[in-house]
Antibody, heavy 115, light 115 residues
């Protein structure tokens, strides 16, 4: 069974940085495309970033140039480095397989950007 | 204009049927896309319902009742989630999703109220 456990969220000031992690188990991570999806309070889900098995990467326009997705297949882990954080980045962040959410979601990690 | 447009809300009576639309922006042909549908209830991440591209390319999510089904209206350039025999537990937010130009794109969601 697919299991995804996100961590690394917290309270950060505007302009600050955070690194999110996702521990994956129950499937062959190294053969799996992965995504980050976020959901702001009271809003719908928003796709953030995608990384393929070969390392092809895509970003949403809203985060391009500020966020960096990466993976460590040896550790079955997915990461999201978030820099220059803005108020509008406040959300619960989920890592997902591909397509997003077809496999079970993790519990997410809350990122709050506020002064 | 948004890539995907969903009506903000829909109300229906228990036992009735409901058609939720996901309209693609002009210039994006619905026939070319797999459309994914999700149901979200308060406090939980979106749950995968089904995907639909054509009658020969469709998938029902694991454990999703057959009263949830997908289709397309080519004349309206829209994907449709059809719910038959509405039940009180179907009251939720519903989102559509496509892969378009190197990005996963969610619709804004439809809030379904079962009166």
């Amino acid at each position: 069974e697919v299991q995804l456990v996100e961590s690394g969220g917290g309270l950060v000031q505007p302009g600050g940085s955070l690194r999110l992690s996702c521990a994956a188990s129950g499937f062959t991570f190294s053969n799996s495309i992965m995504n980050w999806v976020r959901q702001a309070p009271g809003k719908g889900p928003e796709w953030v970033s995608y990384i393929s098995v070969s390392g092809t990467i895509f970003y949403a326009d809203s985060v391009r140039g500020r966020f960096t997705i990466s993976r460590d297949n040896a550790r079955n882990s997915l990461y999201l480095q978030m820099n220059s954080l803005r108020d509008e980045d406040t959300a619960v962040y989920y890592c997902t397989t591909d397509p997003p959410g077809v496999d079970p979601w993790g519990q997410g990690t809350l990122v709050t950007v506020s002064s | 204009q948004a890539v995907l447009t969903q009506p903000a809300s829909l109300s229906a009576s228990p036992g009735a049927s409901a058609s939720l639309t996901c309209t693609l922006r002009s210039g994006i042909n619905v026939g070319s896309y797999r459309i994914y549908w999700y149901q979200q209830k308060p406090g939980s991440p979106p749950q995968y319902l089904l995907r639909y591209k054509s009658d020969s390319d469709k998938q029902q999510g694991s454990g999703v009742p057959s009263r949830f089904s997908g289709s397309k209206d080519a004349s309206a350039n829209a994907g449709i989630l059809f719910i038959s025999g509405l039940q009180p537990e179907d009251e939720a937010d519903y989102y559509c999703l496509i892969w378009h130009s190197g990005a996963w794109v969610f619709g804004g969601g439809t809030k379904v109220t079962v009166l």
